[in-house]
């Protein structure tokens, strides 16, 4: 295993704990702290983050707007 795949393994490893312990994650799309259970893990760009429910909802709404608008 290369030392940049560790990195990212010990990197997921603490980011979990840290979840965990104070029951709260970083949301990825408007870079704030939610409630864990306000979440999910996405794929986008072939990474893999935790976005809150609401932005999901934002994303989902606005990509429906931007089809309307194609159509």
Known sequence: MTAYMERS?????LTQAK??????????H?????????????????TKRWVCF???KNSQRHN???AKRRA
């Open 19 to 28: 979840a965990e312990a104070t029951g709260r994650r970083f949301c990825a």
């Open 64 to 66: 429906a707007a931007l």
């Open 30 to 46: 408007h870079q704030g702290e939610v409630a864990a259970a306000d979440g999910d893990f996405v794929i986008r760009n072939k």
């Open 54 to 56: 609401r932005c999901q």
């Open 9 to 13: 393994d010990r990197l997921s490893l």
